[in-house]
Structure formats: C-alpha cells, structure tokens
C-alpha cells in the first residue's frame, strides 16, 4: 500500500466524522435560528396590536373591552387556564401512560386510549356545555373539560416515545443488573422524552385554543371578546380577541420548542 493510499484510507473517517460534525452543527444553529424567529414574530404583532390599540376610534363597549385592564384581565384568566389544566394534564397522562406500557397494565391500554379519543373526539364546545350542566358553571369546570380535551396528545406519545426505545437497550440495563425502576428512569424514560415533549407543546397549543370556549360556561379568557364581538357585531372586538389568541399561542409553541431543546438528551 502507499503512502497516499495510507493516508486516504486514515483520513477518510477523520473527514467523514468532521462532515457528520458540521451537518449536526449546521443543523443545530438552523433549529436555534428558527427558535429565534418565532419570538420575533410575536413580538411584532403585540406590537403592531398595541399601536392599533392606541391610535384605533372606538366605540365605548369596544373602548370598555379593549381597556388596558380588561385586557389583561382576559390575559392573565386566559394564561391560568391553560397552566392550570396543563398541569393536571401532565400530572395524569404521563404517569398513567408510563403505568400502561408496564406489562401488568398493558392489557387496559386499548380501553384506556379509547376512552382519551372519546374525549378529544367529541365536540369542544359540547364537552363544555354537558360538563357546566353536571358540574356547574365557571373556572373549575373549565379546567376539567380542558383536561379531559387535552389530555390524548400527552398519554398518546408517553405511551409511543416509551414503547419506541429499542428493546436491546432496556435488555441491556437489565443485564448490567439495574432494576425495572432504574431502566425505566435511567434508561427508557431519557429517550423517550423529546417525543412526550412533542406531545406536551401540542397539548399546550390545543388548551390555548379550546380556552376561548371557557366563555359559554363562565370561566373567563379571552374568548369573552370574540363572544361579544360575534354577539354584537362588533369586528374589532372579534379580530382582536382571535389576534390575541393566536399571539398566546405562538408565544406558548416558541416556549415548548424551547424546553424541548434543553431537555433533549445530547445525542439526540
């Protein structure tokens, strides 16, 4: 062999490696772009919305529901909502789906996963209404017709981000000598989790959304100016209840992304 042909062949990996290198590199600073783009969007539009705001001629009902306070009002009720029930979503979905891939309750996942796509499946709206008649009307019951809405994206991919770890890792950990408990937390759980992340940000989008019904059933939000809007024909009330809805929701996407990037295992 020559030494050129020596010295191709040992190089042929240092250059493949350093390739693979800058491609995870470029591809992390594109995410991170992409991260830095969605915030300024954001604020864009807050800003945009604030300048309307102020210079916008307007009725005394759409000056009395477009007020700084009632606006952050509607806000803040909007933002307790989605917290609260995410919250209790995460505090249910994730155990229960880590509990149903473990082989004594794997059998009632079908039932379980079933009764979850009832719940998503059925009408938002109608969810609520049917909850308010048993339960009562406003914040309470809004929050558990949010979860019960919620709550399919975050069991669903548990369950899937669990059951996708290869077979020889878990057998592996289980050989070295580590308990269930330790592969399950050590092991499974850790590689699972940018795919239960995933679930929890699209679960955080819905609740975003599906909170402006909280309106028909007294719970607050900022569904209470689209109502109005709608109810008295009022399309500044209506646009600007969706804008800022839709701003939330942008805001909270960007702050899932975020997460998911730092608590995505290296290597990932």
């Not at 604020?43 to 952050?72: H, S």
């Not at 979850?116 to 209404?129: E, H, K, W």
């Not at 009562?136 to 991919?157: I, K, S």
């Amino acid at each position: 062999m020559t030494a050129a042909t020596e010295s191709s062949s040992l190089g042929a990996p240092e250059s493949v490696t350093r390739r693979a290198d800058e491609t995870t590199a470029g591809a992390g600073r594109g995410d991170w772009r992409a991260l830095a783009t969605q915030p300024l969007l954001v604020a864009v539009g807050v800003l945009a919305f604030v300048l309307w705001r102020a210079n916008a001629t307007l009725t005394e009902t759409e000056a009395r529901q477009l007020g700084w306070t009632a606006l952050w009002t509607g806000i803040r009720e909007h933002l307790l909502l989605t917290v609260a029930s995410a919250v209790i979503v995460l505090l249910i979905a994730v155990p229960l789906g880590i509990a149903l891939t473990r082989r004594p309750l794997r059998r009632f996942s079908p039932l379980i996963s079933g009764i979850a796509n009832t719940g998503q499946a059925a009408p938002a709206i109608g969810l609520f209404v049917l909850l308010a008649t048993w339960l009562g009307f406003g914040f309470g019951t809004t929050v558990v017709a949010l979860v019960v809405y919620a709550a399919l994206p975050v069991l669903r991919n548990t369950m899937v981000g669990i059951q996708g770890v290869d077979p020889r890792l878990v057998e592996a950990g289980r050989g070295m000598g580590m308990s269930a408990a330790a592969v399950l937390f050590r092991v499974e759980l850790p590689l699972a989790v940018p795919v239960v992340l995933a679930g929890v940000r699209t679960a955080l989008v819905l609740l975003v959304g599906t909170a402006t019904l909280a309106t028909f059933i007294d719970g607050g939000g900022l569904g209470v100016l689209i109502n109005t809007g709608i109810t008295l024909s009022l399309d500044s009330l209506l646009v600007s209840g969706a804008v800022l809805v839709a701003l939330l929701a942008l805001a909270v996407d960007w702050l899932g992304r975020v997460v998911e990037h730092v608590a995505r295992p290296k290597g990932l």
